[in-house]
């Protein structure tokens, strides 16, 4: 190998050095909040929510705070904003259930990540942390 030859690869490796971690970068980054496969997610987080969380009654979403996918993943992490209804979990139309007032209303900030394999439809909570308001 020559000195000229070493030179010459030099700025190649120098620019796959530069380029490797912006290309492998695992961050997340923002998403439409009505991009289709974070929609499902969604949905999925709030019924696991609602199977685990120790209420009589349904949650349902009020609002997506944070909507982000990480990089070349189908993995989510959203922050939403869920609802006590006056339903309870066996109740079918949580959509359309109205919401608890006055002294009884309660809200719930959660943080879920979940992994999407829409087309298997398998989806996984990798995470998920709630705070009540």
């Not at 700025?11 to 796959?16: M, S």
């Not at 979403?61 to 992490?77: D, E």
Request: hydrophobic share 40%; glycine share 4%.
């Amino acid at each position: 190998m020559t000195p000229d030859s070493t030179l010459l690869k030099a700025p190649l490796l120098l620019g796959l050095i530069v380029l490797v971690p912006h290309v492998c970068s695992s961050d997340f980054v923002d998403i439409g909040r009505r991009t289709n496969y974070f929609i499902l997610c969604v949905e999925f987080a709030v019924f696991h929510f609602n199977q685990v969380y120790p209420d009589e009654y349904a949650y349902k979403l009020l609002w997506v705070r944070r909507s982000q996918r990480k990089q070349f993943t189908f993995i989510y992490l959203m922050e939403l904003e869920l609802g006590q209804t006056i339903c309870t979990k066996q109740d079918e139309d949580l959509e359309n259930c109205p919401l608890q007032e006055g002294p009884e209303e309660k809200k719930v900030d959660c943080t879920f990540i979940v992994d999407a394999r829409p087309w298997f439809s398998q989806f996984t909570l990798l995470n998920s942390t709630c705070v009540q308001k």
